[in-house]
T-cell receptor, first 114, second 113 residues
Framework: DGGITQSPKYLFRKEGQNVTLSCEQNLNHDAMYWYRQDPGQGLRLIYYSQIVNDFQKGDIAEGYSVSREKKESFPLTVTSAQKNPTAFYLC?????????????FGSGTRLTVV | GDSVTQMEGPVTLSEEAFLTINCTYTATGYPSLFWYVQYPGEGLQLLLKATKADDKGSNKGFEATYRKETTSFHLEKGSVQVSDSAVYFCALYSGGGADGLTFGKGTHLIIQP
């Protein structure tokens, strides 16, 4: 079955470390997105990519980086510059130009700073 | 810019009660509207959608009607179950350059037996 796979489900980061969250999709979708979810704040867009080798900053990109070397993959790196990284991270995809049909979401990665 | 406003939660109801979760929006043009549901520890799942005025989206007993005149897309269900306990997000897509959805902050629904 087609879908989006995020890994790991839980991730712990020490202060000053960079960590990378994986997002893979087999839906043949062109567009992929990363959201951050905090309690009571809803979803906030970190980065998005509409085609391979291209990506754009969202509303809260500072302290994060992404790459899009393959259509299927859109990993997110949380760098040491992100001062408050503890959150639930969601990856999503859509057929570019057809956001009218909505997104497909992965099951999320919960990142905790220890 | 685009925005979505949902009623604050948590909303607590007894099983078999009638549910309404309000959603209003501000957008340019004629957006598509969505309701997503998030169960604990999971990602978001598309619950229903409507792409033009007066359309009614429906799924699993939930319904929402696209009301252009009131810029609203309220979610309703006639008889809720404990298994409906989740967080519900209203969202819109207006065709902006980011191809992105704009989400409300979510409404936490708790159904008591």
């Amino acid at each position: 079955d087609g879908g989006i796979t995020q890994s790991p489900k839980y991730l712990f980061r020490k202060e000053g470390q960079n960590v990378t969250l994986s997002c893979e999709q087999n839906l043949n979708h062109d567009a992929m997105y990363w959201y951050r979810q905090d309690p009571g704040q809803g979803l906030r867009l970190i980065y998005y990519s509409q085609i391979v080798n291209d990506f754009q900053k969202g509303d809260i990109a500072e302290g994060y980086s992404v790459s899009r070397e393959k259509k299927e993959s859109f990993p997110l790196t949380v760098t040491s510059a992100q001062k408050n990284p503890t959150a639930f991270y969601l990856c999503a995809s859509s057929i570019t130009g057809q956001g009218v049909y909505g997104y497909t979401f992965g099951s999320g990665t919960r990142l905790t700073v220890v | 810019g685009d925005s979505v406003t949902q009623m604050e939660g948590p909303v607590t109801l007894s099983e078999e009660a009638f549910l309404t979760i309000n959603c209003t929006y501000t957008a340019t043009g004629y957006p598509s509207l969505f309701w997503y549901v998030q169960y604990p520890g999971e990602g978001l799942q598309l619950l229903l959608k409507a792409t033009k005025a007066d359309d009614k989206g429906s799924n699993k007993g939930f319904e929402a009607t696209y009301r252009k005149e009131t810029t609203s897309f309220h979610l309703e269900k006639g008889s809720v179950q404990v298994s409906d306990s989740a967080v519900y997000f209203c969202a819109l897509y207006s065709g902006g350059g980011a191809d992105g959805l704009t989400f409300g902050k979510g409404t936490h629904l708790i159904i008591q037996p």
